[in-house]
């Protein structure tokens, strides 16, 4: 069944929270804007429902269902699950409402601010994962395991008077030494639509679908995916945990996730489908981040 398939509707949603969440289903609910593979309703004050939709398996929702409880004494993430029933047969989840818009709507103006809660919650989050927990195809791992999704994005979208600088970012990051340390947790899709700001800096982290074990440079590009320019080097010292090959490993990633932002935009501005017109300017400007160091 695709998302053509099924009308998520509010009635749907409330249907759904008296079959099995009778407490929350007087709650208020409506519509927000959610991501590609799901839809997102807002309930009451505090809480968020998702609703799957065009994700063809529910694999990124039962691995946050499986390991945010793991992860809860450090990170303030409370989680109830949806069972797919016959209304809807697939899976949803209630979820904390992070108050704010996504930094690919907003924008952060407390630089230094930002920049340590950044800090303080991958501190948090990047402790020794598990022997048990899940580690991503295709994040997690050293870049020179995704050559060929940089070439890809590198000959689609990179300006030619930055590409001899992007590429000479990127083959440093490939020649860096390899993470030694054990696998850690990892969210591994920071970027600007998954980051929420509220008063001009972060206020939450969302979508741990990818959360996983591996090297840490994953999220650590977010020092120049979502901070704004001159704070990365306040993040990186208030993080305070990582040495010169990470942080060549992590700008190298920033490059490869940039180009990717602009590729997305690209295909937004030519009405392609999964195209986000927002992440065009948003990858450029982390682009320029990157190159500036």
């Given amino acids: 069944m695709t998302d053509t398939d099924i009308e998520i509707t509010a009635d749907l949603v409330r249907d759904l929270l008296r079959e099995q969440?009778?407490?929350?289903?007087?709650?208020?609910?409506?519509?927000?804007?959610?991501?590609?593979?799901?839809?997102?309703?807002?309930?009451?004050?505090?809480?968020?429902?998702r609703m799957q939709r065009m994700d063809p398996t529910p694999e990124l929702q039962l691995n946050e269902r499986r390991w945010l409880p793991?992860?809860?004494?450090?990170?303030?993430?409370?989680?109830?699950?949806?069972?797919?029933?016959?209304?809807?047969?697939?899976?949803?989840t209630v979820m904390t409402w992070v108050p704010g818009d996504?930094?690919?709507?907003?924008?952060?103006?407390?630089?230094?601010?930002?920049a340590d809660a950044l800090a303080d919650f991958l501190r948090a989050l990047h402790a020794e994962a598990p022997a048990d927990a899940p580690v991503s195809g295709d994040r997690g791992?050293?870049?020179?395991?995704?050559?060929?999704?940089?070439?890809?994005?590198?000959?689609?979208?990179?300006?030619?008077?930055?590409?001899?600088?992007?590429r000479a970012v990127w083959d440093d990051a490939v020649a860096a030494p390899e993470w030694e340390g054990p696998p850690l947790w990892v969210h591994g899709?920071?970027?600007?639509?998954?980051?929420v700001v509220s008063d001009g800096t972060l206020s939450g982290v969302i979508d741990f679908g990818d959360i996983s074990a591996g090297d840490p440079a994953w999220d650590l590009a977010a020092a120049w995916v979502i901070l704004p320019a001159g704070a990365a080097s306040r993040f990186f010292h208030a993080y305070g945990r990582a040495d010169a090959g990470t942080v060549?490993?992590?700008?190298?990633?920033?490059?490869?996730?940039?180009l990717f932002l602009m590729l997305m935009g690209r295909n937004g501005d030519l009405g392609l489908p999964g195209g986000k017109p927002a992440w065009g300017p948003a990858g450029r400007a982390a682009l320029d981040r990157v190159l500036r160091g």
Avoid: Y
């Avoid at 992860?71 to 949806?82: C, E, F, I, Q, T």
């Avoid at 060549?248 to 940039?258: E, I, N, T, V, W």
């Fill in 189 to 195: 899709d920071l970027h600007p639509a998954n980051v």
């Fill in 141 to 166: 791992g050293h870049p020179k395991e995704c050559t060929a999704g940089f070439d890809r994005f590198f000959h689609a979208v990179v300006p030619d008077d930055l590409a001899d600088d992007v």
């Fill in 248 to 258: 060549r490993r992590a700008r190298g990633l920033a490059a490869m996730k940039s």
């Fill in 70 to 92: 793991v992860l809860a004494p450090r990170l303030p993430l409370p989680v109830r699950s949806g069972e797919p029933s016959a209304r809807f047969p697939k899976h949803w």
């Fill in 21 to 49: 969440h009778p407490d929350l289903a007087d709650l208020g609910i409506r519509e927000v804007a959610g991501g590609w593979g799901n839809q997102m309703w807002r309930l009451g004050d505090e809480l968020a429902v």
């Fill in 102 to 114: 996504p930094l690919d709507c907003s924008s952060i103006s407390r630089g230094d601010h930002a």
